[in-house]
């Protein structure tokens, strides 16, 4: 179920029934090399969160597309909210849910340099609950689970992409995007055939050494039939980890 | 072109050959009574705001899905970001693609409580120009139009609904809506036929007028194909109002 | 009733015996013209709103004279709070009210640049008496009423000024503040003797559209005699509206 | 000469042919014991701010009348910013006009509880100036006066009210503004005849200790003829400090 | 007692036992002149905490190190926090500590540039608990005691450095860190013997009247023996302030 | 070298010479389960830092002690600061160092629980760094280093406490502070022996599983002699990976 296309009355029914929780996808607006989408990782997130949703009927609510992507800022296109802005959008997403008497917010992301933010709108939200509520404060839970890192996913990665996967424009995605949006697929070559690896600091120095935006991938290799295994696996394990967050005491 | 969908490559060529131009859709994530998508004011700004890019070769940012919806918060499933979270977002969105040369930026909106946050930020974002870049700053531009308020629309509005369009949950959105999400389409009685109309003031206020959400609106009159109309009609208009925006001196 | 020549027992009374309302003046220190105050919109605000008071003994805030005005800093004097710092401002008051049992706050605007400003306050004002005080939060109302915006005030300056009143830096602005300060009346020859109209973006974009910083307007017919009137029309207007909101159920 | 009844053009003279400097008066909105004016502070600042404006030609700014005064929140018609807005509306106030070129801010304050405020503000003026221009920041200087600190006051407050002149609501500023408003001069006995003195902590504690509102003191003594000489002492005696800060090197 | 040093079990029964008050030290990370360190401020209002915490069970917060320090930014090494992050950080440890029952709050500050950004943080923390808890909001005592501001240190330093005291970069602040540390005494020639004296503005105003960071002192004569004499004073005056704030009714 | 025990002269000629690097130690002041320190993550980083800085030379910056610890909230004596105002603090310091010419920033981290606001703030530094200062903007660069995650600190820990490290309150940790502070080396017995294990989600969530705050430890097998080895392994360790930071090109 996504929360975009049910009426009020069935988001008042779905919290009735059954379990207070909801999927948030978060992704990123922000380069993705030479053949990837800007929007990868808004999409990565948001394809795999409604595959769950829709198997399980869970409740899925609508992407934050733009994330904090300031390293990407030396490539076109590429846009992002500042840590504190992200902080508060999340805060006021789960609050706002809360509200309503959603307990259980599982994030599922799709960009690295979210991490922090989502992190640390976690603690934001607890404080804020502990300080505006007092002792009658809800029991507010929010896990996060980075859509690449699982085993199914990892292993399936390797196995397709042997050496290449990288680590930003990573053929996994650039594949799972193609799945998602076969229209969009992008014929580019790229130079030299597997991008340089390593880490980084600002955007400046990301473009410096990663000229093409590329970091360790070889995204030439994505194909949407790959997409569509790695969805299928990041889903199903994925919906095993929201499951038992949802399961937990 | 929609930016989630280009490369960085690709809007690199789009600034260097065009006008600087991007349409931003902003919605909003709140009830739209018995029959409406709690997506509805995200889904109309997107779909109009694709439907132009996708006629006019413009460029359309990713769609700000989640607005301003304080008064909708009786509502389960409504979610909002106070007006100084809203405000961050569209002044970090406005700036970053400020960063690359995007010069000029034309909102899609779909929601009437975003107006004032979205204003807000405008005036935001050319205080931030000014203070950071002092006489070198760009020249920005920004502009506001919602999809609902224009001749053709509210011609078309008219005539379709006559005396029982109201100002929420109107039987025009919820069209759009389901000419856009098809599989979505909800069949609910409601009761009275056309809802009590007026103004109001907080969430508790709202919900005393309006006990099911709709505002002075007939919604159960929607039907896909006025959705169609009324998007096609939303559609050529804006085209229009963006065209002279973009031609502006 | 002027609230700074009250003393704390008498605004203690006022809120036993009455409505729990007050007026709210609220106006900009910014450029108008080569004749204009640069204090009009305070002006204004301020003595339509004494106007009232001093009539129906209704309670008077403090001016807020300081607005949102960046699209007019190119022009000497004019002083500007950003938005979200005139969102504070209007929140704190209101709430600092609201701790006393004041309930309904009526904000009589002097300048159009403040009004998304105002607006995006009045919800900050119900997110944040929402969040805090849950349950138990008190029933705030806010409304807002631009002086020149009824149907009174927009007859007389018809009659009084056809054609030229233009869109800032009006003659029937000017006329007020002449009213209200004859002292302060400025003999200024402009040319060409009405601006130039339209929009603007910027405040660069403001000086180099209109130089002197009139838009559309004629000033220089302006008369403290046209003020006198233009008061009493507005004060008339204006009065009604606060009693069918202070009546509203 | 007062911005606010000034023109732009004027203030662009004032600025051309001397000193870029101004004269900022700052109030509070706040109880002041049985029969002191809620707006005291705000009209002691002013009064004594024009009073100079005019002797000197100095320009004077709008008055901030509602200031940080959270101590006096259990009584009735208080108003306060928090500490945070008040900074954010100070620098504001200074940075606008610094871009005018104005470079010397001279504060008139009315209320001790605003010191600290507009101290932090002073600082995070010079730390925004130094931010966002690095070594082109222009040399901006603020002082401080609070009127009632000076010698003349002092020795005047001693010899018409020995002994009861007290800390809040004291008879010098109710003279003050006895003499500024003689038609809202009030006629309250007071009991005891002289507060009680001391400090305090919170709203709470302020209350309990001080349940009229007086600290130390008896301004049944207040006169407008006192009023009218305390105001000279302090004009002349701040106009003399605003005259050195304006010649310092 | 310090905190850092306690178990929460020890926290928990000085809270049960006894006054559930806390000494706060404050200071500063900034140039002291040719001799003086960079952390003084910190470390005469750390090593007097401690002296006062030994001595009378009293719990000792840890020192919040880095303080308001944008004047001295022109030296090598200062570090300052902008005012606003600062109050932020006053207002959240004593929040904090709130939640835990503690009500009584002294801190022990080092160096004058904090005094308004702690003072404004008082009125924050008062402001925030009172919006956060209304009427069962704790009863929140806050004191500010600057170490060298009381009649035995004054005294002292006026008999050990008659005349040479002056106001940054003191003799007595110098010696002080010099007892504490005397691994870190720094034998530097100064020239002239004796420091201008005067006021400032900002950091480069500051660097301009100021060249090597003392205003009016000669540090030169610091000396150990001196700093322990000056600590003791300290130490003793101040713990019977605290002990005054802590039996406060 | 300590910035706190340097004159500005001293960092001023650290600058000309060497590699404009600095290490920055942050922990957090929370409870330690029953016989852990409530500073123990604050003492470890700065013990580890100082380590450092004798061996090499590297300049030290004071040790933010209070860090970002809402989830230990129920447990008397523990300190937070939200994430917002951590992120601020961070930023400033980093900000005010690179002012003076550091260019890179590396942090030796005693808490878990801040890495979230740590990172975030890494990325908040870059955009502030790229909004001021545009295209002349200089080379920050930022790193962390938790000091407990490296091989060597990992590695020692399982030979001393072989399946009883756990994840919170653990024996190396408390190790660490007996050998830095044996005066306050505590006995307390503990039930059950090793804690139980697990996540957790807000503070009440906390206190619920883990009631006498340890996780998964067995921390009575804490030991001043073990604590040297495990400081004496991470200093080395962590001296490495600083020395490969400021190498990097």
Known sequence: ???QLCTWAEVEAYLHKGPKAILMPI???E???PNGLIGTDAICAEVIAKAIGAADGAMVAPTIAVGMAVHHMEFAGSMT???STLIAVIRDCVMSLAEHGFERFFFINGHGGNIPSIRAAFYEVHAENRACRGGNAP???CALANWWENEAVGRLSKELFPGVEGSHATPS???LTQYAYP???KHVSMSPQVAPGGGFHDARDFRRRFPDGRIGSDPS?????HGQRLLEAAARSIAGQFKEFVAEA
């Open 1 to 3: 179920m996504q929360l």
């Open 27 to 29: 992704g990123s607006t």
């Open 31 to 33: 380069q993705h090399g």
């Open 81 to 83: 909210l500042r840590p």
């Open 139 to 141: 029991d507010l839970r």
């Open 173 to 175: 995605e650039v594949s």
């Open 183 to 185: 229209e969009a697929i």
């Open 221 to 225: 290799l994505a194909r949407p039939e």
